[in-house]
């Protein structure tokens, strides 16, 4: 018998672990294909309100000397860092866009968003968490001078016309996968619970509580992590937010984010976060370059893997990156 796997549970039972193309029989590759047109339709959608919405379409890189430092992250579980020289200089395969998205947003791109990859060689253990993939693609957006409301009903926008739409244009499709009479239109505004609050009520696996709990999509606040997110000294409080979708989990992170120059580098000093790969983040931060800004970032795969209701969301990648499995393509 086979039981979902959640983000926080231990392994417990089997998960069955997607396969490449050529592995996959006939009806398999009639459901890929489906969770394609899903994929397609959500990418097409998603990026038009983002480009009506004024957003510039940035393009993504994939080597840097800066990327996601994904630490202290309470989520994050990662094997290996990929470092390779060019030049004479080291890069580092892109973890995250988040400090280019904030020195683009300053700079020059007041309002961006990037379908950026993601490149975390998640623990082999993770393969069965149905949840986690090795390359992973982010839609990743950030507003100059936004605040965590103005993201917050920017997202419920995208997210209720999104699915508002599948569920007009995409029946055929969503009936295949029956999801088509369990996706239901949220009511709005999403409601928004403190990390702590859950905390107390539901201990250490406050994510899986909140998932199972909720019928509808909702927010959460406060959470402990990355130096860029904006933290609240006086109070100890953290200004950023994940999004929940009902009997899922997460598939948005985002905050508010800090922007002076000696918050950010007491942060990087108080996590130990090696200086040097972030001197030019805070070099604009002491001239006052460095602009606020607020944003977040959709997991595509974990998003269309929600609408889809895979099991591993392996599924909806052409070619699976399940964590401890390299195949060919
Ligand atoms: P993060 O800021 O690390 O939470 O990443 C932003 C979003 O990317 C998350 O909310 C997830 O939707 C997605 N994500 C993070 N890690 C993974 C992973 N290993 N596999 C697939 N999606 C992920
Ligand atoms: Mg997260």
Redesign the pocket.
């Known amino acids: 018998m086979k039981t979902k796997q959640t983000l926080t549970q231990q392994t417990v039972s089997l998960i069955e672990i997607p396969k490449p193309l050529d592995k996959l029989s006939e009806s398999e590759i009639k459901r890929k294909a489906c969770i394609g047109k899903i994929m397609t339709y959500t990418l097409r959608n998603l990026t038009s309100q983002f480009v009506d919405s004024g957003f510039e379409w940035l393009l993504p890189v994939a080597l840097s000397q800066s990327t996601d430092p994904l630490w202290p992250?309470p989520?994050a579980s990662i094997e290996k860092r990929i470092e390779v020289d060019i030049y004479g200089k080291t890069v580092r395969t892109t973890a995250?866009m988040i400090i280019h998205k904030l020195i683009a947003s300053s700079l020059a791109y007041p309002k961006l968003f990037i379908l950026s990859p993601?490149i975390?060689i998640?623990k082999a253990e993770r393969a069965t968490t149905g949840?986690?993939?090795y390359e992973?693609t982010?839609l990743d957006f950030e507003a100059r001078d936004a605040s965590t409301k103005d993201v917050m009903i920017l997202v419920e926008d995208a997210v209720c016309s999104l699915l508002t739409s599948l569920k007009r244009d995409m029946k055929d499709e969503l009936t295949f996968l029956c999801r088509c009479d369990t996706i239901k239109l949220p009511k709005r505004p999403f409601k928004v619970y403190d990390r702590q609050e859950l905390e107390a009520k539901y201990g250490a696996d406050w994510e899986e509580a909140i998932s199972q709990e909720t019928s509808d999509p909702v927010w959460v606040t406060n959470i402990p992590r990355e130096f860029y997110d904006f933290e609240d000294f006086k109070t100890g409080k953290w200004d950023n937010y994940?999004l929940f979708m009902p009997q899922y989990g997460?598939?948005?992170?985002g905050a508010k984010r800090e922007w002076e120059y000696e918050k950010i580098l007491q942060k990087i000093e108080r996590d130990n976060v090696d200086k040097s790969n972030y001197a030019l983040i805070l070099k604009l931060a002491k001239e006052g370059k460095l602009k606020p800004t607020a944003g977040g970032?959709?997991?595509m795969?974990?998003l269309v893997g929600w609408i889809s209701g895979v099991e591993h969301?392996a599924e909806t990648q052409p070619f699976p990156r399940v964590p401890g499995t390299v195949n060919e393509l």
């Open positions: 992250d989520g995250s993601n975390r998640e949840k986690h993939i992973f982010q994940d997460e598939v948005l992170s970032g959709i997991g795969e974990r969301i």
